[in-house]
């Protein structure tokens, strides 16, 4: 869920969970300049994709916003998800909504930036990672390079860009399946085993 700078205050709106053990649940969106929630269209055609792969997943929400993706994926059967988030406002929204949900067994929530929190966190060997960073931001490359050390073997990355601009991955990323609206182009890739594997080689002391 991309969003920019500014201050949370009244709520604009909600989005809501779609399946899963939690479908209905509605999560606020506060008004917080560039907050841009996944529509429920894309949400819907993303986990159509995601569901085999989901059962017992550890899920990595970058830039989390409402939380509306990494919830989803807990929902429909992760077993896990960290959620990233920066802005206080939205960090105690997410919290306040893990305690309606008696989800903080599974569900856990980083107040930080989400850069900052890739190069310091111990690894979270994530097998789903969403990345949906503020558009006008352009962290995307960053974000990129500071991933490898924080995913499973064969891990699934889903990314969300302006439509028409979608940024060129790093090597070792294979498409799966994309699509797009007006505003927004979104794609699922899959890293190769065979260069994640290498990765470790290489860091393997002589």
Known sequence: MSRGGGRAGAALGQVRIIGGRWRN?????????GLRPTSDRVRETLFNWLMPKLPGA?????F????????????????????V???????????????????????????GDAL????TAPPAQADVVFLDPPFAAGLWEQVLAELPRHLADGAWLYL???AGAAPLLPPGWVLHRDGSTRDVSYALYRRATATLRGDMNATEPA
């Open 25 to 33: 649940t509605r999560l606020q969106v506060p008004q917080l300049e």
């Open 160 to 162: 969300e860009a302006p």
């Open 58 to 62: 550890r899920v990595l929400d970058l």
């Open 85 to 111: 988030e920066r802005d206080p406002g939205l960090v105690a929204a997410l919290r306040a909504t893990l305690g309606k949900l008696d989800a903080g067994g599974q569900v856990a929530v980083a107040a």
């Open 116 to 119: 900052q929190w890739l190069r």
């Open 64 to 83: 989390a916003g409402s939380g509306a993706l990494g919830l989803e994926a807990v929902s429909r059967g992760a077993a896990a998800a960290q959620l």
